[in-house]
């Protein structure tokens, strides 16, 4: 079965740009997650979804927004960017939003901000 | 607010030797706890998860953490370390006490395991 897959792998955009990251879950996973990694530290949340619905929001700015289509992918979109938002930015996947389950990492993205 | 600790930034171990990696955690209610691991240039890779019973658990890889609800750790443990095992490792918590199903992470431990 294929994992969570994320396009495009590597993106380089410059300040003031916007960008928009692309996530696909598991198979039968109806939950995304969106989490921020910065080099040297632990991944951020930053939004959770499931079934369409927004379920968790992190500490992070308005210029962050992302959305779930039917199909359960989602995509993160980020306005206005800032070189602090270069980071490896993480999607997981779950079948569904408890506290017990387990979320399944794709290989991120690696946003380069210049 | 929930919090996790991983005191090390980097553990180093002999190949063959046994490893752990520790972490810490606070929480208001109910711990869930997780590892993670994370090799270069990729996502996080599911190890393990507490959520209630044994305090030891097993999971891939040949994995276990234990759980200490009266030190709030959850250490991980390996018997044999291989070379295999180097990279990056995280520990995560989520609280049903505190309202919140968003898990927390450490910064991460290095783990170097040499031949």
């Known amino acids: 079965d294929a994992g969570v897959t994320q396009s495009p792998t590597h993106l380089i955009k410059t300040r003031g740009q916007h960008v928009t990251l692309r996530c696909s879950p598991i198979?039968?996973?109806?939950?995304v997650s969106w989490y921020q990694q910065v080099l040297g530290q632990g991944p951020q949340f930053i939004f959770q979804y499931y079934e369409k619905e927004e379920r968790g929001r992190g500490n992070f700015p308005d210029r962050f927004s992302a959305r779930q289509f039917p199909n359960y992918s989602s995509e993160l979109n980020v306005n206005a960017l800032l070189l602090g938002d270069s980071a490896l930015y993480l999607c997981?996947?779950?079948?569904?939003?408890?506290?017990?389950?387990?979320?399944?990492f794709g290989p991120g993205t690696r946003l380069t901000v210049l | 607010a929930q919090s996790v600790a991983q005191p090390e930034d980097q553990v180093n171990v002999a190949e063959g030797n046994p490893l752990t990696v520790k972490c810490t955690y606070s929480?208001?209610?109910?711990?869930?706890l997780f590892w993670y691991v994370q090799y270069p240039n990729r996502g996080l890779q599911f190890l393990l998860k507490y959520i209630t019973g044994d305090n030891l658990v097993k999971g891939s890889y040949g994995f276990e953490a234990e759980f200490n609800k009266s030190q709030t750790s959850f250490h991980l443990k390996k018997p044999s370390a291989l070379v295999s095992d180097s990279a990056l490792y995280f520990c995560?918590?989520?609280?049903?006490?505190?309202?919140?199903?968003?898990?927390?992470f450490g910064r991460g431990t290095s783990l170097i395991v040499h031949p």
């Open positions: 997981a996947s779950s079948t569904e939003t408890g506290v017990a389950d387990t979320q399944y």
């Open positions: 995560a918590v989520r609280d049903i006490g505190g309202g919140s199903y968003i898990p927390t």
């Open positions: 929480v208001s209610g109910n711990p869930y």
């Open positions: 198979s039968g996973h109806k939950s």
